[in-house]
């Protein structure tokens, strides 16, 4: 096939969602269905905490938010296929960056509102101040 | 009017026989340091392909992270009106997740069949996909009819504004998704599995496996946390 090599040959860099041409699939699809059964165990964990009360009440919205963090993951390495390796260095770059953004976008929002909310003039003293 | 070669001339002629130059080797170890221009070539184009437009979610995800802002700001600004607890119905939900999860997942071995140059195998399992994407837009279309139909619509309070926005835009993009996913199939089926068909069914993997990491925050931070307060 030409072209081939240039688009598949070996290279020292990989795309997101890379994954090896050639071979019979298998390992690919093993790698599939390892990430599929983490993800649906770790959905069901989700589900199954919110609706329980076996969790400590304050403990549950930390613990939804550590279980949806290492979903995330897995369906980063399992299904999205960005490692940790040299080939992926620019792949995981972008990420970080991507991740730090979005951390200062909610954290620095929440943070922000909460202090407003918190220092303003409760609503009824206002509309009178207004009259 | 000469005045001697212009700074742009100079930097052509730099970089075609200076270091940067294709093909240059300055330690002797058979392979270039620099990637991209050097000896070794540029990366392959679906190598560029990819991590452009991995770079293109991830400003995607930089959006969400505004919409998920302005409403973990809004949640509790419910103005008198109905609250997530009274509103979300978590059954239909987990249907939701379990079809974008699967969606995902028979995705994935549609690219595995397509790498494999398999036509009948990708073109079922792609349409699999777009089956559970259907079933998905549709539980999500019925939920935000039934909420406008008892009053619980955008207009309500602050906080179904932010909820309407943030999950409305991730419905929008599973619809565009499939409409692309479509036009994916009708392009492998026609054109056959050639090098820039098969970057576009990566960007496309990509795009879908994407939107279920969004649903992942989604369902956590609206449904879970916002039936639970």
Known sequence: ?131 | MSHGPTPSDVAAVYLQQGPYAQGHDPHGHGHAEARGHGAGGPAPKRVIVGYGFWIFLLSDIVMFSGFFAAYAVLAHATAGGPTGRELFDLKRVGIETACLLASSFTCGLGYVAALQRKQLQTQFWMFVTGLLGLVFVILEVLEFYEMIVKGAGPGRSAFLSAFFALVGCHGLHVTIGGLWLATMMAQIWVKGFKPQIMRRLLCFNLFWHALDIIWVALFTIVYLLGAGA
């Open chain 1, 1 to 131: 096939m030409s072209g081939h090599d240039e688009e598949w040959g070996e290279h020292d860099e990989a795309a997101p969602g890379d994954e090896h041409a050639g071979g019979s699939g298998f390992k690919e699809i093993q790698i599939y269905l390892l990430g599929l059964l983490l993800a649906v165990g770790l959905t069901v964990a989700s589900f199954w905490i919110a609706g329980s009360d076996l969790v400590w009440g304050p403990g549950i919205p930390a613990a939804l938010l550590a279980l949806a963090v290492a979903q995330i993951g897995v369906h980063l390495v399992f299904f999205l296929h960005i490692t940790s390796g040299p080939e992926n260095t620019n792949n995981t770059l972008a990420l970080a960056f991507g991740v730090l953004i979005v951390l200062l976008v909610v954290v620095g929002s929440v943070w922000i509102m909460a202090h407003l909310n918190h220092n303003m003039m409760p609503m009824d003293q206002l509309m009178k101040m207004q009259k």
